[in-house]
């Protein structure tokens, strides 16, 4: 499966904003679906992941009760929304799919095969 992120920009600190995956190329469910972040000089992070039935979600503590996953399989699309941004989530979003992860390697980098080109999000202060 093929994976486009979009939607990123520059906000302000506390601004909300909605980024998109959107997949192509094959069915798409079946599929757990990731968002990660790269800031500049760091490692690539787990952000937040729905599996392909929706019923399970998860994320990163440092964005519980801020960011929200969903996914749209009729649409082939999963979105993150991000509420009260701050200036430590300014980073490149990118989302990723694996057919194979289990629950407990949700969170990491290895564990998906499938990789979309990255959308940068900017946090102003």
């Known amino acids: 499966v093929q994976l486009q992120a979009s939607g990123g920009g520059l906000v302000q600190t506390g601004e909300s904003l909605r980024v998109s995956c959107a997949a192509a190329?094959?069915?798409?469910?079946?599929?757990?679906i990731a968002w990660f972040r790269q800031a500049p000089g760091k490692e690539r992070e787990f952000v937040a992941a729905?599996?392909?039935?929706?019923?399970?979600?998860s994320s990163a503590d440092s964005v519980k009760g801020r960011f929200t996953i969903s996914r749209d399989n009729a649409r082939s699309m999963v979105y993150l929304q991000m509420n009260s941004l701050k200036p430590e989530d300014t980073a490149v979003y990118y989302c990723?799919?694996?057919?194979?992860?289990?629950?407990?390697?949700?969170?990491?980098?290895?564990?998906?095969?499938?990789w979309g080109q990255g959308t940068q999000v900017t946090v102003s202060s």
């Open positions: 190329g094959q069915s798409f469910t079946g599929y757990t």
């Open positions: 729905i599996q392909w039935n929706s019923r399970r979600t």
């Open positions: 990723a799919a694996s057919r194979t992860v289990i629950l407990s390697a949700r969170s990491l980098v290895s564990s998906y095969q499938n």
